[in-house]
């Protein structure tokens, strides 16, 4: 097969050579390495017990960040703060996707020069900080029924997504 697409129908080409020898080292890589290890392996040494256990946080922590609140419940948080229009929605709903958009390309480029454990604080502790002040606008909303904490709510959304991006 590599002959005839690689190399007109040359057996003794030396890319279909090194095209073969290639896949005949990492199949038997691959025989010899599912023999050496397992699961245990990550209880074995104290590093490998906190990879394993950064590894369950990170999955735990990514569930429990609040943004599954807004993604599947954005039609509900607008209504309970009197944005009932479904236009305005739609708008809102586009105008938090784009800057989602625009925000995560940005922070991209920041990666490698801000080192990626400060971001994660940053970012864990700026979502927690955002997610409670929502909270706290939310239930004066409820109270006091006042446009002003609603735009509050609307703009702590946002907030709360600047620092869910910088993840």
Same mark, same amino acid.
């Given at each position: +097969?590599? @002959? ?5 129908? *040359? ?6 050579? !090194?095209? &073969? ?6 199949? @038997? +890589? ?31 922590? @990514? ?18 703060? $009197?944005?009932? *229009?479904?236009?305005?929605?739609? !708008? ?16 991209? &480029?920041?990666?490698?020069?801000? $080192?990626?454990?400060?971001? +994660?604080?940053?970012?864990? @502790?700026? +979502? ?8 706290? !606008?939310?239930?004066?909303?409820? *109270? ?24």
């Amino acid at each position: +097969m590599f @002959a005839y697409y690689h190399a007109q129908g *040359d057996e003794s080409d030396e890319v279909v050579q !090194l095209e &073969f020898t290639e896949i005949t080292t990492a199949i @038997a +890589m691959e025989k010899n390495g599912e023999n050496s290890g397992s699961n245990i392996d990550f209880l074995r040494t104290p590093g490998n017990r906190k990879r394993l256990l950064i590894i369950i946080s990170f999955g735990l922590f @990514a569930q429990w960040s609040g943004n599954g609140l807004v993604s599947y419940y954005l039609k509900l948080i607008m209504d309970s703060i $009197g944005i009932k *229009d479904q236009n305005q929605q739609l !708008l809102i709903n586009g105008a938090l996707t784009s800057f989602n958009l625009t925000t995560n390309l940005f922070f991209s &480029f920041f990666v490698d020069k801000w $080192g990626r454990r400060p971001i +994660m604080l940053i970012s864990s @502790a700026g +979502m927690m900080v955002a997610f409670v002040v929502w909270t706290i !606008l939310s239930a004066k909303y409820y *109270d006091h029924e006042n446009s002003t904490l609603g735009s509050g709510v609307l703009g702590m959304i946002f907030i709360y997504y600047l620092f869910y991006n910088l993840k």
